[in-house]
């Protein structure tokens, strides 16, 4: 009889042999998974890494972290998974696939509504994952006619200030003082090496990826974070400006470029639809009235959390003909500094 693969939670003691795990299967080339992921390769965190083993040995992994994501008046307690990888001699027996329902299911008992995960493959896509979200770029060409500005790359001691201007980002991730610091200290940012550079009124973070700059996150005052992006393009060529749908307007206005929707770097789903329309509740009272909400939310429940996550959400994906002025609902991007 072959033995029952069993799920187990990583002890903090074995965070170690997770690491090397790790970084045999994903090989970074900067650093190590633990140091370029510190949230997800923690003491604190050991126990959300979900393994299995085999003669005592970890041959698969799914990481989780729990983060909220901050929509306006809304907050939607989000778990990201990353870090999913099965040994070579033990893959296409299910482990991976079991584990995404692992997660999910603490994930859920942890009062978790949405899962981002980092990656789209089948296993994700038969969990009903999806690529949704509304994200945007637009592309930011050197302009030598302007003279530079004073502009620098940021130190420990502009945290502080870093940090309050991102606290004033209506749509984000809620950041603690001290994650903060740690995404400034690990310098890594979407899975590659990132700089922040600051100047009076704004920073911006950058990482350099397939041979373009990409601006991944920014806050401040619009017209200094205009001004920061267009000086580091001057000075290190054409970048790429990622935004969310709830400050495309404002940054691409200032640019006088279109922004281009662009689909998410990965995939993810509403975990439970119905805690999450109880989220909504409050959110979209603003904007109608009692009894359309309710027909709304109504309507919605008939759609599964796939397409639930689609509507809600937005997508670039073929999506159910459901369309409603309230939708999509901005989401923050966790390629961003988060994204550790
Ligand atoms: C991707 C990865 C995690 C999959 O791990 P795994 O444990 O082999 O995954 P599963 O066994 O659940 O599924 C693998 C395939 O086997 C199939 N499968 C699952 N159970 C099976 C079973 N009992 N018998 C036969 N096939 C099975 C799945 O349908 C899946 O098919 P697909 O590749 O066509 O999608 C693994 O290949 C890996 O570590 N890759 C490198 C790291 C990586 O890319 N991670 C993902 C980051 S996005």
Redesign the pocket.
């Known amino acids: 009889m072959t033995k029952k693969m069993q799920i187990k939670r990583l002890l903090p003691s074995r965070l170690k042999e997770a690491i090397e795990f790790a970084d045999r299967?994903?090989k970074p080339k900067d650093g190590s998974m633990g140091k370029n992921f510190p949230v997800l390769f923690s003491k604190e965190n050991a126990h959300n890494i979900l393994i299995v083993e085999e003669d005592e040995r970890i041959v698969?992994m799914a990481g989780m972290y729990y983060a909220y994501a901050q929509i306006f008046s809304m907050r939607v307690k989000t778990v990201f998974v990353?870090?999913?990888?099965?040994?070579?001699k033990?893959?296409?027996?299910?482990?991976?696939?079991?584990?995404?329902y692992e997660t999910e299911k603490i994930a859920l008992e942890n009062d978790a509504t949405l899962m981002m995960?980092?990656?789209?493959?089948?296993?994700?896509r038969?969990f009903g994952a999806v690529s949704a979200g509304t994200y945007f770029t637009i592309r930011i060409e050197p302009n030598q006619d302007i003279s530079m500005r004073d502009f620098r790359r940021a130190t420990d001691k502009d945290i502080k200030k870093m940090a309050i201007w991102y606290w004033r980002e209506p749509v984000k991730f809620v950041r603690p003082f001290s994650r903060f610091e740690l995404f400034h200290k690990v310098g890594h940012t979407w899975d590659a090496l990132a700089k922040t550079f600051i100047n009076d009124s704004a920073y911006a973070n950058f990482v350099r990826k397939e041979r373009m700059n990409h601006c991944v996150e920014f806050a401040g005052d619009p017209i200094a974070i205009k001004l920061l992006i267009q000086d580091f393009a001057n000075k290190y060529g054409p970048t790429m400006v990622h935004m969310n749908f709830a400050n495309k307007e404002c940054i691409s206005a200032l640019f006088s470029k279109t922004p281009r929707r662009r689909n998410f770097y990965g995939t993810m789903k509403v975990l439970d639809k119905f805690k999450l329309s109880e989220q909504l509740k409050d959110y979209l009272d603003e904007a109608i009235n009692k009894s359309e909400k309710e027909r709304l939310l109504k309507s919605l429940s008939r759609f599964n959390n796939s397409d639930f996550t689609k509507i809600v959400f937005g997508s670039t994906e073929e999506a159910p003909d459901f369309h409603y002025d309230v939708f999509p609902i901005p989401l923050p991007d966790y390629h961003g500094m988060d994204y550790i």
């Open positions: 299967i994903f698969a990353g870090a999913v990888c099965t040994d070579e033990y893959r296409s027996r299910g482990y991976a696939t079991s584990m995404m995960i980092h990656g789209d493959n089948g296993i994700y038969r």
